[in-house]
């Protein structure tokens, strides 16, 4: 250790960072101004200390457990805080004993963590107390609620959307984050290079918490210099942050997010954007998800306007199964470009999901006698295959005669699209069918 460092003065605190910067007023929140802002709705709640049934939906370190503090503190009642992670049905149990009791005579307010941890049993257990009033309470969790919280909660509870800080937002509470830092210092400086914050603010990718906790590590792992600072650059914050927070979930909401997204940049004929979402399932590793979604694309999405773009992209999953990360993203990428230029059809699915329909919904009427498997003994005798025309002795390999049932023989299910490959078939057909 340098011989400057014995005379370091430092207060230490047991409380982390990411604790002590945690907001005690709506004012002083990071970002959520679209609910938070002045005169919405949960503000105004909050400030009159007029509290509903309440979830709050979001990524971690977006502000959910800070703002439902706030809130405990804004009303007058007794305030329990459970995570579902840990907690039992016991354990509300045991907070209902407290209702009507002298220090809860104006209510209970529960805040339960991570409410998707909670089973259906588990979340039936509050539906008594919290239809009555008796106990208010404000779940928070990071999927979507319309998945995994019980219905009858949802109805009974008002959904707020709590949405990943911005660069900007981020940054404050960085700098916050610092000055909190130098009140532990009663002789040593902190100096944050500029790049550093920059850098930190964004690899935290909205999450105020792992910023903070990178900011913590900078400061408190380093030794002062002989002029007494701490100096924070660049590689420092590099090292601290590593990786930036990819916001994503195989199992989650935001894994549907990006794949819908993926497909429908695809289907839009963006390959920019395709790569962008592309590369998100890149990072998460999801390789199963990007083939069977490709797959897909190919047949739903580009379909009869190129009908080989099936088989490329078959090729390359199953080069991407073979390889493996990272060299999988390759010929994944040039399954995305090629979907995502290639020109686009849906009569595929538009033709097999009107033929479905019909058949769930009509009566078609059975196949006709002379389609019928003729092929065994008695078939004559019942009609079956007789007077049955095989194109393949017509011109052109093609004869007039019926092959849909009598109950829809004039139905048509298949629409050619306006794009090359299926105009230059229907003008082909339509020359025949003439002839």
């Known amino acids: ?15 982390p960072l990411a604790q002590r910067i945690r907001p005690k007023s709506l004012d002083e929140v990071f970002g959520q101004q679209h609910i938070l802002g002045e005169g919405k709705l949960l503000r105004r709640a909050i400030e009159i200390g007029r509290l509903s049934n309440m979830i709050f939906y979001g990524p971690s370190g977006t502000g959910k457990t800070t703002v439902a503090k706030i809130a405990a503190s804004a009303c007058d009642k007794k305030f329990y805080s459970l995570n579902a992670t840990t907690a039992s049905v016991g354990d509300i149990k045991n907070i209902m004993t407290d209702i009507g009791g002298f220090s809860s005579q104006n209510g209970i307010l ?71 830092a130098q009140e532990d210092f009663s002789e ?53 942050s590593q990786k930036k927070a990819i916001t994503y979930d195989r199992m989650g909401d935001n894994h549907y997010d990006v794949l819908s997204a993926f497909q429908k940049s695809i289907r839009g004929s963006d390959p920019d954007a395709s790569i962008h979402y592309l590369a998100r399932l890149v990072a998460a590793e999801d390789l199963q998800s990007i083939c069977r979604r490709l797959l897909v694309i190919a047949t739903e999405d580009i379909g009869m306007a190129y009908p080989s773009a099936v088989s490329i992209v078959k090729s390359c999953v199953d080069s991407a199964l073979q390889l493996g990360f990272p060299e999988a993203r390759i010929p994944l990428a040039q399954a995305t470009l090629l979907l995502a230029t290639a020109p686009k059809s849906n009569s595929a699915i538009c033709a097999i999901d009107s033929a479905l329909e019909d058949l769930y919904s009509k009566t078609v009427g059975e196949v006709p006698q002379h389609l019928k498997d003729a092929h065994y003994s008695g078939a004559e005798k019942m009609g079956r295959g007789q007077n049955y025309k095989y194109p393949h002795d017509y011109p052109n ?39």
């Open 1 to 15: 250790m340098p011989p400057f460092a014995k005379s370091i003065s430092f207060m230490s605190s047991n409380i």
């Open 188 to 240: 040593t400086k902190i100096i944050f290079n500029d790049d550093a914050i920059e850098h930190i603010s964004h690899m935290a990718n909205g999450d105020v918490r792992r910023a903070v906790n990178a900011v913590e590590l900078c400061i408190y792992s380093s030794i002062p210099d002989k002029n007494m600072e701490i100096k924070v650059d660049l590689d420092l914050a590099q090292q601290a």
């Open 397 to 435: 390999h093609y004869v007039q005669q019926q092959y849909l049932p009598d109950n829809i023989k004039h139905r048509q299910y298949y629409f050619p699209k306006d794009n090359k490959f299926e105009k230059g078939l229907k003008e082909y057909w339509d020359k025949i069918r003439k002839k």
């Open 110 to 180: 529960l805040y339960l963590d991570e409410i998707q941890n909670f089973n259906k049993k588990q979340q039936q257990s509050l539906l008594e107390v919290i239809e009555t009033g008796d106990i208010t309470l404000i779940a928070s969790t990071t999927e979507n609620p319309y998945f995994y919280v019980y219905n009858a909660i949802l109805s009974r509870s008002t959904v707020f959307e709590f949405k990943p800080l911005s660069p900007e937002d981020v940054k404050k509470a960085v700098r916050r984050a610092i000055g909190l």
